[in-house]
């Protein structure tokens, strides 16, 4: 950490700095130029706030070197992190995984539809909401367990892996028989009593960037649940709030690079959410392959005007399987191919 003192820094104020560098646990290094004194703090503590540092009198600017997230970090893995399940499907290879399904489970004859025509299409994972997290109280909630069942079964009728939205700790037990990859929704992508749980579990889980969230504090999220022992973890850009209105969110595409340039961990993009319009959903989805995402997570419905959740937002299957010719197109031009 770089601790850049006023022209007019006292050399009491100076040493009062110096003085709270070393309570933090750092060891000091101080250059005194013709105007400046600049401090340069060395020690392994990465808990602190630079803030405390910036009230301090004297003090101009203060820079963080070394990043707060550790194993979450480029550095940790520099080669990328790779999670391999038990079918052979890989996230995070030169391979483009895709996720697709519903919305939410709304009954066994929706979900095996959608699952049998996406399957045919090319998609290797089935999304679906068993508990749905709605601004509404009065919107529809989900099936509960008795959707993950369905998750389950029609994962298994057309081989297919299944990843569905944990909400809170206590769902953790009644989710783990029936899915493949935990989700954790971006209203929950700060729930740090939820990620430390999941830093016990032994099964994947893909971190969703919250609305407002900036990308370190994704990637000190992902933290939380690799400080737990479960280093399985793949990130997920879906949109962030921004002052535009004519989309649901603002699908931050640079987000991407930048995350495989700042961790090793699996990025992956959520063009459904991150647009909020059908029409918009399967540019996006091209876009964020051109950008390097490792996987899509992408709704579709065989009836969305019906759905009773995010219809705007789901794909026709027809509308599936043409992105997905397209998607066979454009990886390779990123040295990519689609799983």
């Known amino acids: 950490m770089i601790v850049a003192m006023q022209d007019t820094a006292t ?37 602190f706030d630079i803030r405390n540092l910036e009230v301090l009198n004297g003090v101009q ?31 995070g290879a030169d391979e483009v995984v895709v996720m697709a399904g519903p919305c939410s489970v709304e009954s066994r004859e929706q979900l095996f539809t959608v ?14 909401g ?18 993950l069942k369905l998750l389950r079964e029609a994962g298994d009728r057309f081989n297919m892996l299944v990843i569905s939205e944990v909400m809170e700790i206590s769902q953790i037990p009644l989710m783990l028989p029936y899915v493949d990859i935990l989700q954790v929704g971006a209203r929950n992508m700060q729930n740090f009593n939820l990620l430390r749980e999941l830093g016990k579990v032994k099964k994947p889980v ?31 850009e879906r949109g962030i709030r921004t002052f535009e209105t004519y989309t649901r969110n603002t699908l931050d595409i640079s987000a991407i690079p930048i995350i495989k340039k700042l961790s090793h961990l699996p990025m992956t993009s ?5 647009t909020g319009r059908r029409d918009k959903v399967a540019p996006m989805a091209r876009a ?9 997570l992408i709704e579709v419905h065989h009836d969305p005007d019906k759905a009773l959740s995010d219809g705007a937002q789901s794909l026709f299957p027809e509308q599936f399987r043409t992105l997905m010719d397209e998607l066979r197109m454009i990886a390779p031009a990123v040295h990519r191919k689609i799983a």
Do not use: W
């Open 61 to 91: 600017q203060v820079h963080r070197i070394s990043e707060p997230y550790k194993l979450a970090g480029r550095g940790f893995r520099p080669d990328g992190t790779v999670i391999e399940f038990s079918n052979g499907l890989k996230i």
């Open 130 to 147: 068993a508990f749905k997290p709605r601004s509404s109280p009065y919107s529809f909630q989900g099936m509960g367990e008795q959707g």
């Open 270 to 274: 959520d063009p459904s959410h991150g």
């Open 11 to 47: 050399e009491e104020q100076i040493q009062h700095v110096i003085e709270h560098l070393v309570r933090m646990g750092f060891s000091v290094h101080r250059t005194t130029g013709e105007r400046q004194t600049v401090l340069a703090a060395v020690g392994a503590r990465i808990d």
């Open 206 to 236: 893909l971190l969703k960037r919250g609305i407002a969230a900036t990308l370190e504090e994704l990637l000190l999220s992902a933290e939380y649940i690799m400080a737990g022992g479960n280093y399985d973890v793949i990130l997920c």
């Open 115 to 128: 699952a049998e025509l996406i399957s045919k299409a090319g998609a290797r994972v089935l999304r679906g």
């Open 288 to 296: 964020s392959v051109a950008a390097g995402a490792d996987a899509l």
